[in-house]
């Protein structure tokens, strides 16, 4: 079992859609969890981080953590042809230690 | 956010041979982390490199296959040797981002073709 469980779709939906991205994970131990969304031919961009349980707004992106699930979630509100990328999830113990990913989900938004 | 320079960007390589990935930071950073992306996958951790010490392998991944320099604060080299196809993948360093923690920036990538 991946300690980092991520669906990669592909996900395709029509441009002002609410997107919903979603991870799950087996270590307990796991505190700080990202997101992060890469273009084709980029490297990974962070999007969002946030620390232990609870919600996290930026603009049109939210992200969720529910330790108690191991869960986490990413929402996109009115989605836009310029968010088509691969979204990823990641997380680590502690600061400065390892980054473990999820697969990645590759996003379509058509306009 | 600290900004990487990665390169090449891009590269075709004969199998049997060679390559060293530079990745340049424009900020002194004390962890610099080397990752590999294969086709269709995720990203996985090759080896975390610190400064004036010996790079720390994953499971999986060797010393002699893929040395690592880390000569200052500011830049490494991966060197991916004696390559066969299975190594066509993108060859991505990262640092952890000032200010966040926690969070870590990603250079542009190394594209590896293996032929």
């Known amino acids: 079992q991946k300690e980092v469980e991520q669906d990669p779709g592909p996900l395709s939906v029509p441009e002002g859609a609410i997107v919903s991205l979603n991870c799950t994970y087996s270590?307990?131990?796991?505190?700080?969890f990202m997101w992060y969304r890469q273009y084709s031919r980029k490297g990974p961009e962070l999007l969002m981080y946030?620390?232990?349980?609870g919600n996290k707004e930026d603009g049109r992106f939210t992200a969720q953590v529910d330790k108690s699930s191991k869960y986490i979630s990413l929402f996109i509100r009115d989605s836009q042809p310029s968010d088509s990328a691969t979204y990823l999830c990641?997380?680590?113990?502690?600061?400065?230690?390892?980054?473990?990913f999820g697969q990645g989900t590759e996003l379509s938004v058509k306009p | 956010s600290a900004v990487i320079s990665q390169k090449p960007s891009r590269d075709i390589c004969q199998r049997g041979t060679s390559l060293t990935i530079q990745c340049q930071v424009d900020?002194?950073?004390?962890?610099m982390f080397w990752y590999r992306q294969q086709p269709g996958q995720s990203l996985t951790l090759i080896a975390t490199?610190?400064?004036?010490?010996?790079?720390?392998?994953e499971s999986g991944f060797v010393i002699d296959k893929f040395p690592i320099s880390r000569p200052n604060l500011t830049f490494s080299t991966l060197t991916v040797s004696n390559m066969s196809p299975e190594d066509s993948s993108i060859y991505l360093c990262?640092?952890?981002?000032?200010?966040?923690?926690?969070?870590?920036?990603f250079g542009s990538g190394t594209r590896l073709t293996v032929v």
């Open positions: 990641a997380m680590i113990v502690n600061q400065g230690g390892k980054l473990i």
């Open positions: 946030t620390y232990s349980s």
């Open positions: 990262s640092v952890a981002q000032p200010g966040t923690g926690y969070g870590y920036t």
């Open positions: 270590n307990s131990a796991f505190q700080y």
């Open positions: 900020s002194q950073v004390t962890m």
């Open positions: 490199a610190n400064q004036g010490s010996e790079a720390t392998y």
